[in-house]
């Protein structure tokens, strides 16, 4: 079926590294939305994107959506302890009526 | 606070049982969300209320339910628990359709002895 994937599912990194983390979808997206959920709390709203090839910042976190709308990429610069948490990307997909898939979302783990 | 309430926090029942948990949206949203997202998983969509009409379903069980209410609050019930059925539930809501940004609740966390 539709899907929302995300890779990678867990991702270490040394305190001040860069991190990524992408979400692809099998069929085109009317949106992108990413969520965070830090350790033990619930997901949290980051941003929305809409066009295609958007790119949106935010401090130190690059959201970008691919051209085909297809596929989305969220980056932080230099990694920092209050980062860690997951990273979810969502988007609606039509089954016979739209419902927002969440993707399986990435771990991040940031070493002080 | 994302303006969405959840109740209990934890519930702790055993297996066979039949738990209800509830979920108050944020004022002015009409659209409920139910999540189900097991130990360090991903979320699973359950299920989906507008305005007190089920508007989208995900993998949730035959034993498991749910409506939203005139006043817009949602009760999923849960029945014959299993072990299995431990996890953190959240609902989330939403302004209106599919497509808008969800706020969540803070969850409730499920476990069945």
């Known amino acids: 079926g539709q899907q929302v994937m995300q890779i990678p599912q867990y991702q270490h990194v040394q305190e001040g590294e860069d991190f990524t983390t992408y979400c692809n979808s099998s069929?085109?997206?009317?949106?992108i939305q990413w969520y965070k959920q830090r350790p033990g709390g619930h997901p949290v709203f980051l941003i929305q994107?809409?066009?295609?090839?958007e790119v949106k910042k935010q401090k130190r976190l690059t959201f970008q959506f691919g051209e085909a709308k297809k596929n989305s990429s969220l980056h932080i610069t230099a990694t920092q302890t209050t980062d860690v948490g997951t990273y979810f990307c969502?988007?609606?997909?039509?089954?016979?009526?739209?419902?927002?898939?969440f993707g399986a979302g990435t771990r991040l783990f940031v070493k002080a | 606070d994302s303006g969405v309430t959840q109740t209990p926090k934890h519930l702790i029942t055993a297996t066979g049982q039949r738990v209800t948990l509830r979920c108050s949206p944020r004022?002015?949203?009409?659209?409920v969300y139910w999540y189900q997202q097991s130990l360090d998983q991903g979320l699973q969509f359950l299920i989906q209320?507008?305005?007190?009409?089920?508007?989208a379903k995900g993998n949730i069980l035959e034993r498991f339910s749910a409506q939203q209410f005139p006043d817009l609050h949602s009760e999923l019930n849960l029945s014959s628990l299993e072990l299995g059925d431990s996890a953190l539930y959240f609902c989330?809501?939403?302004?209106?359709?599919?497509?808008?940004?969800?706020?969540f609740g803070p969850g409730t966390r499920l476990t069945v002895l």
């Open positions: 969502a988007g609606p997909v039509d089954t016979g009526g739209f419902k927002t898939i």
């Open positions: 994107l809409v066009k295609s090839g």
């Open positions: 989330a809501s939403s302004r209106a359709g599919s497509t808008d940004t969800q706020y």
């Open positions: 209320y507008y305005n007190g009409e089920e508007r």
């Open positions: 069929t085109t997206l009317s949106n």
């Open positions: 004022s002015g949203d009409l659209s």
